[in-house]
């Protein structure tokens, strides 16, 4: 068995999910090409890899994974630490990281990592960005670029659910060490020690645990007044479904995260916002493309799992079978039954019928 840092959890990507999904993220992402497909399946090629971590954060359901430097586990701890009163008078009034002490780059931290962090912490949250623009693993901009949409992405909306809570992005003296990074994913292995001993064990569940940090900081923090935000966030995506729903039930079956479900009737098909990874799956595989996606406003919905009705089908029993099924414009005739009578209304006339007819 391979001892490399870096493994992926192919139940996880969204690929082993449905046959056409051709996400791409970390592939697209990878500086140095290390991430490739092979027959369908994620591929890291160690030799190529300089265990940057970025495809980490990237990774909508964390299918990438790494045994010495987890991301959450990151979160929680320093959580935890600032929690206890002894250890308070120790950390200081702010929160600095960086690569360097990390051994990670700090694209390795998406939205969800840092808003979590910013709302739970009492501290400073300060990122420091002085390496990424002279960082070799930075070619054409593209951790850069990352780390930015992140960072941009927790202000906007620290912004309005929580202003008081917006980190502090510092960037240091510009730092010429080109070579920087050669060195310092070397460290990777040693971040272990600070971060639990032994490996690293993950729950068990389809929904990223990065989400679930997220959910738990925004309902410690969220109050009547501010449970409404006015942007577009990516984390909080919201799906309506029109009447062109042929109600084939495969959006439901598909689903990887169970954010779709049907009510006990099977009369509406509900969606729940916090548990959606915006994987498209269900606009995919929808054949009417029906699937209206949005934003969710209401960070309460979100936060707490509540479902919103996607669509109210008319369900009604069939004439013919006697089955219920979504009725579009009042017909009592499902589909199936309604094409099988027109295919095939000739195999119930009669004898005299045929010959009335000329037949």
Known sequence: MSDFLLSVDQLKCLRNDYAHNNCSICVDLCPERAINTDRRKLKIDESACTLCHGCIGVCPTEAIESQKFEPNFYIAKEIAFENNEIKQKLIGESLKMSCKDLGACLAVFDESHIISLALKSQRKIELDLSGCELCDLNKNGKLKTCIDMFILESINFLSEFAPKKVPSVIAVKKDERRNFFKTIFKRSANIAEEINEGEIERPKTKI????????????????????????????????????????CKSCVEFCPTNALFYSNDFSKIYFQSGKCTDCS?????????????????????????????????DMRPCRSCNMAFASKNGEDICPICDGYEKNFSDMFLTAEELEARGE
């Open 208 to 247: 990223p645990l990065k989400r679930i940090l997220l959910k738990n900081a925004i309902k410690d923090a969220i109050e009547e007044e501010n449970r409404f935000v006015a942007g577009n966030y990516g984390f909080a995506v919201t799906k309506e479904i029109t009447k062109d729903c042929s109600n």
């Open 281 to 313: 799956i269900c606009n995919d595989i929808c054949d009417p493309k029906a699937f209206v996606d949005g934003f969710e406003k209401d960070m309460s919905l979100f936060a707490f799992d509540k479902a919103k009705t996607a669509i109210e089908l």
